[in-house]
């Protein structure tokens, strides 16, 4: 069984920066993709970045140059650096990854980050 475990979510005024972890536990071979994606009530789930095995990462436009996402292979752990929040930023977060010889995707349970104008 694998296990999603988030942190790092909080309130923070605009221009402030907050830094999300998820760090997966469980039985497996290894993690190919892992990402973070958000969503607020009544809208669809979006991408905000993700990172493969190899390190390469791709961006939401909305974020592109605010937000880094890395991972730490050894401790299977994703990170998102989020900096210059905007208030348009408000959402759940949630880290999404994807397991070597697995079609099924793990999400954990959300981290809820506001910022406040």
């Known amino acids: 069984q694998v296990q999603l475990v988030e942190s790092g979510g909080g309130l923070v005024q605009a221009g402030g920066s907050l830094r999300l972890s998820c760090a997966a536990s469980?039985?497996?071979?290894?993690?190919?993709?892992m990402g973070w994606y958000r969503q607020n009530p009544g809208k669809q789930r979006e991408l905000v970045a993700a990172?493969?095995?190899?390190?390469?990462?791709n961006y939401a436009d909305s974020v592109k140059g605010r937000f880094t996402i890395s991972r730490d292979n050894a401790k299977n752990t994703v990170y998102l650096q989020m900096n210059n929040l905007k208030p348009e930023d408000t959402a759940v977060y949630y880290c999404k990854i994807d397991l070597v010889l697995s079609k099924t995707d793990y999400w954990g349970k959300g981290t809820l980050v506001a910022v406040s104008s």
């Open positions: 990172v493969a095995r190899g390190g390469s990462a």
């Open positions: 469980g039985s497996f071979l290894g993690i190919n993709n």
